[in-house]
Every structure is written in C-alpha cells, then in structure tokens.
Nanobody
Framework: QSQLVESGGGLVQPGGSLRLSCEAS????????IGWFRQAPGKEREGVSC????????YYRDSVKGRFTISRDNVKNTVYLQMNSLKSEDTAVYYC???????????????????????????WGQGTPVTVSS
C-alpha cells in the first residue's frame, strides 16, 4: 500500500523557519511530480509549491516566493519544503501530493488543482500542522 507521510510541522514564531518532509513508501518518487498544499482554518486549500519528478522544474505561489524552497531527494524518496521568514498567514495544515509524471502539463498546473479527488493524483498525505505565532 503506497502512502505519503508529512512531518516537520509545529509551532514557530514569526520570522522563524521550519523544514517539512514528505516521505513516500510503496511508490518510487522519482516517477512522480510532487506538490505541497496548505489549508488554513475556514479557507480553501491552496497550492504552495510543486516540483517535477526530475526536480528540474519548480513552481511557487507568489506569497511564498523568496521564502520557501522545494527540493527532493529521490534516493531517500523524500521531498522537502524549507520555509523561512514565516508569517502568521502561513499558518495552516500542509499536505503533500503525488501525481505520476506527465499527467500534468506543467508543475504550475499541478499546483492549481487543489482537489484531492482529482484523478490526476495518486496519493495525498494526512497533513502536518504549521502554526506561526508569537
């Protein structure tokens, strides 16, 4: 049974940093595009950052550009989201999702599709909460 497991969330002060991890089991991540999504209380889920299966192409939503960095280690079967200069508006549950390569025409297209039930997605994790507060 394949699954994605997120970790690394927690409570951090504004301006602080966290690194989220998305570890896969039962599937070989090198064949999958991966996206990080988040959902804040009372708000819709939104795409944060997405990375192609090779790692060669990335996408970031405007509000996190220059602060977040997505990366992947296909040997470790893990994708990371380094989050710096965190703001209160980054508070949310963060999810990672996997889509077999070539299903989405571009990683931006992946980040634009937030519905976990969309047929292009193979797996979603259960989420890790991030709270940015003083």
């Amino acid at each position: 049974q394949s699954q994605l497991v997120e970790s690394g969330g927690g409570l951090v002060q504004p301006g602080g940093s966290l690194r989220l991890s998305c570890e896969a089991s039962g599937l070989t991540l090198e064949y999958y595009d991966i996206g990080w999504f988040r959902q804040a209380p009372g708000k819709e889920r939104e795409g944060v950052s997405c990375i192609s299966h090779s790692g060669g192409t990335t996408y970031y939503r405007d509000s996190v550009k220059g602060r977040f960095t997505i990366s992947r280690d296909n040997v470790k079967n893990t994708v990371y989201l380094q989050m710096n200069s965190l703001k209160s508006e980054d508070t949310a549950v963060y999810y990672c999702a996997a889509s077999h390569r070539l299903r989405f025409s571009a990683v931006k297209a992946m980040c634009d599709i937030r519905d976990p039930n969309h047929p292009n997605y193979d797996n979603w994790g259960q989420g890790t909460p991030v709270t940015v507060s003083s």
